[in-house]
C-alpha cells in the first residue's frame, strides 16, 4: 500500500501564477485534509472534505479552492499565488472508526516569490 | 474555537535521560492523538487516547490522558537519538477534523 501521496514534492512559483497540489489515498478513506506548515505556526487546517464531492472551510481556507470529484483523490487549487502562501503542504486522510489516526503524505514544500 | 498548547517548545535532552511533553487543551478533550515528525517528512501516528485515565504505551514512549485536567502528557524513557524530532498533539474538534498544538522540538545528543 502507497497510503497517501502527494505531488509534487516541491515546487516554486512566481507571484500571480497558479497551480494544484494532488493528493491520493489507496485505503478507501472516507475523509480527507488538506493542512500547511509553518514555523512557530503548527498545523492548521485549510480545507477538508467528508466524502466524494464534498469539501468545506478549515481554519484558513482563503486564497484556496479544494475538489474531491473521485473518493481517492482529494485536489488543493491555488489560483493566484502569493508569498505569504509559501508553506509546507500536508494531505491527510482517514476512514470511518477509525482507532489509529489520520495517515498523512510527505509534504509539498511550496515557495512562491 | 479549540485550542492546544504544547510544553516546552522544544528541549535538548542527553542521551538515556528520561523526558516529558505535556498538551493542554482549551476545551473538552474527546480524543488526543500524539504524532512524531521528522524534519522534512510527513507526521507519524504514534497513539490515540480516549478515555480519562488512559494510557498506553509504545516501545519506549508512553502517553497518558488526564481528563479533567484536559492535558495529555507524553513520556519517554531512556532517550535515544532515534527519539529525535518534533512532536505534536492533536485533538478532535467534533464534527470537523483534528486540531493540532505547536509542537515540541526534541533534540537527543549523545
Known amino acids: 500500500n502507497a497510503g497517501v501521496t502527494q505531488t509534487p514534492k516541491f515546487r516554486v512559483l512566481k507571484t500571480g501564477q497558479s497551480m494544484t497540489l494532488l493528493c491520493a489515498q489507496d485505503?478507501?478513506?472516507?475523509?480527507m485534509y488538506w493542512y500547511r506548515q509553518d514555523p512557530g505556526m503548527g498545523l492548521r487546517l485549510i480545507h477538508y472534505s467528508v466524502g466524494e464531492g464534498t469539501t468545506a472551510k478549515g481554519e484558513v481556507p482563503d486564497g484556496y479552492n479544494v475538489s474531491r470529484l473521485k473518493k481517492q483523490n482529494f485536489l488543493l487549487g491555488l489560483e493566484s499565488a502569493a508569498p505569504s502562501q509559501t508553506s509546507v503542504y500536508f494531505c491527510a486522510s482517514v476512514g470511518t472508526g477509525a482507532f489509529y489516526g489520520y495517515t498523512f503524505g510527505s509534504g509539498t514544500r511550496l515557495t512562491v516569490v | 474555537s479549540q485550542e492546544l498548547e504544547q510544553s516546552p517548545q522544544s528541549l535538548i535532552v542527553q542521551e538515556g535521560k528520561n523526558l516529558t511533553i505535556n498538551c493542554t487543551s482549551s476545551k473538552t478533550l474527546y480524543g488526543l492523538y500524539w504524532y512524531k515528525q521528522k524534519y522534512g517528512e510527513g507526521l507519524i501516528f504514534l497513539m490515540m487516547l480516549q478515555k480519562g485515565g488512559e494510557e498506553k504505551s509504545h516501545e519506549k514512549i508512553t502517553a497518558k490522558l488526564d481528563e479533567k485536567k484536559q492535558q495529555s502528557s507524553l513520556h519517554i524513557t531512556a532517550s535515544q537519538p532515534s527519539h529525535a524530532g518534533i512532536y505534536l498533539c492533536?485533538?478532535?474538534?467534533?464534527?470537523?477534523?483534528?486540531?493540532f498544538g505547536k509542537g515540541t522540538t526534541l533534540s537527543v545528543s549523545s
Open positions: 485505503m478507501n478513506h472516507e475523509y
Open positions: 492533536g485533538a478532535d474538534q467534533a464534527g470537523t477534523a483534528l486540531i
